[in-house]
């Protein structure tokens, strides 16, 4: 996956060629190529929607408004590793907080942010179904379990090399 | 674990699936409907009318999806089911479309478990191998197939309306019912919607036999149900067990310690105090979709009560009026609680704003979004008005 500041429009051209040509155009596949795309560049943007949206002969707007639904499809400049901290209250009891700060501090961001060279974005998520493992995390699919600070930081550091 | 588990067990593979080919359709229908099984995701609707009202549509095209969308805050067990017996979750598919007339089936699996994609597809690559799924099934004249297709991390697409229109590629909203998907509902074709666990009780139904299953549980809840247990507890994890069991045996179970208060069912759930504690998990009395989360006495209920509230603001989709509203609602009513600054008159206005979203609500999200607050309100007044 790569992502830069700037996406290029052939980028996207040829990324979305690439997609559809294992997928055909029926609107049912339409989250799915949304999904290949944040997979391959991070998040989608306004080239994206257009080009989407004339292959799939439906109006950009409405792509932005599909995509927009979800936070699994991010329509904002996001980091290449989404790192989504359980923000639900089984998590919570197991100090969820504390793996927020340390991870914030590793970083250098708040929640919500992004890092400057697009690496990390943080992000707050319901329930990621390990409470009894709790607190998790997730990095784009991959799941974290049983937290401390110090796994978190050790976890975050092992990304920064990626 | 008790003695009355399987759902978790491993069994031979398409035995189920054969016997379901001997039997016709109709029989299948009435033994999942004389079983009393009902719906395991939360809203416990009977598994057999809804088969019997899919099979009667007339349609040439009908789908089963299995909803794996599990998202209910404190709810794992369809993780664990889909990590264990997938291939009976299938099978349960499988017989299913048999009843009904399908031949497509889908698992629509929510974003957060993407990671379980590879093994189901192992599993399901190994039935088609094996005959139990594809074309021709066990040499019959079965054809059915199912796909995995993935969510993208919306809460309301557990709702099965919101869940067809996720399928379709649109925006995953509620829509008004009727029609209900047995009559319309994936591209407009008759669609059985179900939970993996219910999906993973037929196989053993049509193997063991309706009395067989209807001995397990209490009078209106037959079988057992799969609870996700966390919190204060020292024996955190998924337990099956039969309906009717009391709260206070769950914990002695988990080894729960020094319990203030058990939330069951979620954040759409309610919060039960220690003087509750001999109420029973079963539909006559306290359902669950599988949530038990155990809070001692060092916890704060207006905690409980904040993260839920702001947890529908965050998922509720927004498209009607009382959900949308009313969740923010609900969110500014816990602030003036924790600032001491709530009138017995806002109180009371809480109350109707409450019973006005449990009617107007398209979806069950809006309409159980308050029950938590109600329940902890109503359980620990003192504590939060003092």
Partial sequence: ?????????????????????KTNLERENLLCVLEE?????????????????????????????????????PVKKS?????????????????????????????????????????????????????DKAPAMLINDKVYTELTPEKAKEIIRSYKNK | MPAAGFVLEKRKQGEALKKAFEINRAEITDMIKDSGLKGRGGAGFPTGLKMYLCGAAADTIKYVIC??????????????????????????????????GAKEGIIYLRGEYEYLKAGLENTLDGMRKNNLLGEKILGGNFDFDIKIVLGAGAYVCGEETALIESLEGKRGEAKNKPPFPVSSGLFCHPTLVSNVETFCNIPHIVTEGAQWFKNIGSEKSAGTKLVSVSGDVKKPGVYEIPFGMKVKDLLKLVEAGN????????????????????????????????????????????????????????????QCTPCREG???????????????????????????????????????????????????????????S
């Fill in chain 1, 1 to 21: 996956m790569t992502v830069s500041s700037k996406i290029s429009k052939k980028e996207i051209i040829n990324e979305l060629d690439n997609i559809l040509s």
């Fill in chain 1, 37 to 73: 795309l944040v997979r391959k560049f991070g998040y989608l943007n306004d080239i994206m929607a257009v080009e989407v949206g004339k292959r799939f002969g439906v109006d950009p707007n409405e792509i932005y408004s599909v995509a927009s639904f979800y936070a699994f499809l």
């Fill in chain 1, 79 to 131: 980091g290449k590793y989404k790192i989504r901290i359980c923000r639900t209250i089984s998590c919570k009891l197991k100090n969820a907080d504390k793996i927020v700060e340390a991870i914030e501090d590793e970083i250098g961001i708040k929640f919500g942010g992004t890092t400057k060279d697009m690496k990390f974005t943080l992000e707050r998520a319901n329930c990621l179904g390990m409470c």
């Fill in chain 2, 67 to 100: 909803n794996a969308d599990e998202g209910e805050p404190g709810t794992f067990k369809d993780r664990v089911i889909l990590e264990t017996v997938p291939e009976k979750v299938f099978e349960g598919m499988a017989i299913t479309a048999y009843v009904i």
């Fill in chain 2, 259 to 318: 319990t203030k208060a058990v939330d069951i069912g979620g954040a759409s759930g309610i919060v039960i105090p220690e003087s509750q504690f001999d109420r029973e998990i079963s539909f006559e009395d306290i359902p669950t979709g599988g949530s038990v989360i155990v809070f001692d006495k060092t916890r704060k209920m207006i905690d409980v009560m904040e993260n839920f509230m702001e947890f529908f603001l965050d998922e509720s989709c927004g």
């Fill in chain 2, 327 to 385: 969740t923010k609602y609900f969110v500014d009513a816990v602030e003036k609680i924790k600032n001491g600054r709530i009138t017995d008159q806002e109180l009371k206005n809480l109350r109707d704003i409450s019973n006005c979203m449990k009617l107007t609500s398209k979806c069950g999200l809006g309409q159980s979004s308050t029950n938590a607050f109600i329940s902890i309100l109503d359980n620990f007044k003192e504590e939060l008005l």
